[in-house]
């Protein structure tokens, strides 16, 4: 792990502004810059550079965060790579924690295997180019194949000669130890130590990983030989694991996240020839069914995928059903067939880029609307034929995880199919109990195993109390299940949302601790002071304190938590440093390696920035400044989040009295709530 002080030095080292600067063109707006969003197709800029706070804010996406998080966004880096990335760019050495033995010898073990790759890579590569045999065998290919030296670079594509051992002895030579070279599957070893390569005589795909590290390999044979598989992939090992990659991943990461969706294709050809088109959104299974981790690699970058299939619809009808596994995970799935013969290789090829952005646009399909047309054809005359494709339908409606995604959809395969909503909703409560059942049984095998491991303790093994989700969440939501079908076979109501004014409030007074907490400000109140003849007279009093000091003697004396866990964590992020230093400090918090706490402070101070965008001044507009007006902005703040919680306060005591529940004390409450409700009201100046 790295070490606290390593990444603090990068922090205090590392400009936001010098970092985003490489990947987008800001331009100086005040003391900020801005420019075009990263992240989406904008002719207004919306994104904007803070130097000052060393914070960024996309305000189209909503994304932002400090310089770490932006090289996670945009490069899709981890925090730990992301802290590599500057630590090299501004040449701070790396320093981490003390690791046993063990831990050493596994990381310098996948270190070892991603060196050795590297390598592999880079030999291949020269092969391709520089070699007379790489050059009239591997080049000639991929040349053939229509790929330009552009895009044979991009892809670091490669080849290996036809002979036994050419790229074990060169690496071997090269000092490269011949244990890595067996554990990554480039040489083979056999008993008795004779070694030779994995991918003699085949054109290389090196496999990216999301941070653009090579994993491993796709090797694709040239010459016509019936025993050798024609594609061969890298074996399994601790760095290449094939059900948790996708190829062209790293390539297509910012555009994926850019266009927000991404097209999931088969091949590694159909990748290249989807790029070289200039559709680079595009990524491959590499002739694997698809697997959830594959899927959640897409989820990161964006929710929406389309899946495109070549013209053979026999190929079509095998592998759809795995796209099942893309509603599970949540996302918004589209189909798309090419015309028959073709396939997103020559398609591409065929067509100019206008034409397959086009196609691609205006022939992608929901995937439940394609799968209903695609097999309707041979189920429509046939009645048994039509009620298993109605519940193969109704199945994969039911992998949906959003409630309201799953009604739409019933809704339109009722219109398609011809059949009532209730039939259909039916079978979906049927196919849910199923599956509760089914997840039930699993969860009793578990407790039963769990039974039997701990069968020497004297404690019994409370399984309906300790297990959650066992026989009591069971019936429970079972018979939830069963009122909402009473009640209208799982329609969803269209309720309005309620505006949180608590969570506004709350924002309210993180904000106003964050930019003006350290600011020394002359404050007024007004004290009510009883004469001896009993009336009230109110006084007015003015001192001097810090703004922070001064919220939070109020927030103590109120006695009052943050309902909202990140603003309950900030807060007291804030307190805890303001006591031991009087000062808040702001870098800390936007370098915080809580992402949590990171992302929501630059949420907050980057909306105070956003006026810049607007460019008030240019239209001779003028907004008064905060700090003019910041004794009123802390006092109503306070004011406003007691009148909240006292409003609050005053539903749930009507409510008491409402159902008969300590009518005399609940009704005595009411009246003196009202009444500090009043004298709030008064001194915020509002109309009760």
């Known amino acids: 792990m790295i070490l606290r002080s390593t990444i603090d030095r990068v922090f205090e080292t590392a400009r936001v502004e010098e970092v985003i600067g490489e990947f987008v063109t800001l331009k100086k707006a005040g003391s900020n810059f801005k420019g075009l969003s990263p992240f989406t197709d904008e002719k207004s800029p919306s994104f904007m550079v803070s130097p000052v706070k060393q914070i960024w804010k996309d305000f189209s996406t909503g994304k932002g965060g400090n310089v770490v998080t932006f090289l996670m966004e945009h490069e899709h880096f981890t925090y730990p790579e992301a802290i590599k990335y500057l630590a090299k760019k501004y040449n701070i050495e790396i320093e981490e924690e003390e690791q046993s033995n063990e831990q050493k010898e596994a990381a310098d073990e996948r270190e070892s295997m991603y060196v050795v790759s590297n390598f592999a890579k880079d030999y291949y590569h020269d092969i391709l180019l520089n070699n007379p045999k790489g050059k009239a065998i591997g080049l000639s290919y991929f040349k053939e194949r ?212 086009e196609y691609l646009e205006k022939n992608s399909k929901d995937f439940i609307n394609f799968k209903v047309s695609l097999l309707m054809e041979e189920a429509e005359k046939d009645p048994v034929k039509k009620a298993n494709l109605i519940r193969d339908i109704v199945n994969s409606i039911s992998k949906i995880p959003d409630n309201i995604q799953r009604e739409v959809y019933v809704q339109e395969c009722s219109r398609i199919m011809e059949i009532s909503e209730t039939v259909l909703f039916n079978e979906l409560a049927q196919i849910s109990k199923k599956t509760e059942r089914e997840d039930y049984q699993k969860e009793q095998q578990q407790i039963r195993r769990a039974e039997r491991e701990n069968q020497n303790s004297n404690r019994s093994f409370e399984a309906k109390e300790e297990i959650p989700g066992s026989t009591s969440s069971y019936l429970m939501s079972r018979s939830q299940r069963q009122e909402s079908e009473k009640e209208g076979l799982g329609a969803i109501k269209n309720v309005p949302k309620e505006i949180n004014t608590l969570e506004i409030y709350e924002r309210e007074i993180i904000k106003i601790l964050l930019i003006y907490g350290n600011n020394q400000v002359e404050f007024v109140d007004w004290i009510e002071e009883v004469n001896e003849f009993g009336s009230v007279k109110m006084i007015k009093e003015e001192y001097s304190n810090v703004v922070s000091q001064e919220l939070y003697l109020q927030l103590q004396d109120d006695e009052v938590e943050f309902s909202h866990a990140i603003f309950q964590k900030i807060y007291l992020e804030i307190i805890t440093k303001l006591n031991i230093e009087q000062n808040i400090s702001i870098e800390e918090l936007t370098s915080h390696q809580d992402l949590e706490i990171s992302q929501t402070v630059t949420d907050i101070l980057m909306d105070d920035e956003k006026h810049i965008l607007s460019d008030w001044e240019s239209k001779d507009i003028v907004v008064t400044a905060k700090e003019d007006v910041l004794p009123k902005l802390v006092t109503d703040a306070i004011l406003n989040l007691r009148r909240v919680l006292i409003e609050r306060k005053i539903k749930e005591l009507t409510a008491e009295l409402a159902a008969g529940k300590n009518r005399e004390s609940s009704l005595e409450m009411v009246v003196d709530y009202t009444a500090l409700k009043t004298k709030l009201f008064e001194k915020l100046n509002r109309i009760l």
Request: proline share 3%.
């Open 146 to 357: 229509g790929f330009t030296d552009e895009t044979i670079k991009k892809f670091d594509l490669g080849y290996n000669l036809d002979d036994w051992s050419a790229f074990t002895d060169t690496a071997i030579r090269k000092g490269y130890d011949i244990e890595y070279m067996s554990k990554t599957g480039l040489t083979i070893v056999k008993e008795g130590g004779k070694q030779f390569d994995r991918f003699k005589g085949r054109v290389l795909f090196p496999i990216h990983s999301m941070s653009g590290r090579v994993l491993g390999f796709g090797g694709r044979i040239l010459k016509a030989d019936k025993k050798a598989a024609k594609y061969l992939n890298s074996p399994e090992s601790e760095i290449y694991h094939k059900s948790k990659v996708l190829y062209g991943i790293y390539h297509a990461k910012q555009a994926i996240s850019k266009e927000d969706t991404c097209y999931l294709v088969e091949g590694y050809t159909d990748v290249i020839s989807m790029h070289q088109a200039g559709v680079e959104n595009v990524v491959a299974s590499s002739g694997t069914a698809l697997t959830p981790d594959q899927i959640r690699l897409v989820k990161r970058l964006t929710p929406n995928i389309t899946v495109l299939f070549d013209g053979d619809a026999a190929g079509i009808r095998a592998s759809i059903r795995g796209v099942d596994l893309i509603l599970e995970q949540g996302m918004n799935v589209r189909v798309l067939i090419f015309p028959d013969g073709d396939d997103p290789d020559s398609f591409a090829k065929r067509v100019s880029t206008e034409e397959l952005k």
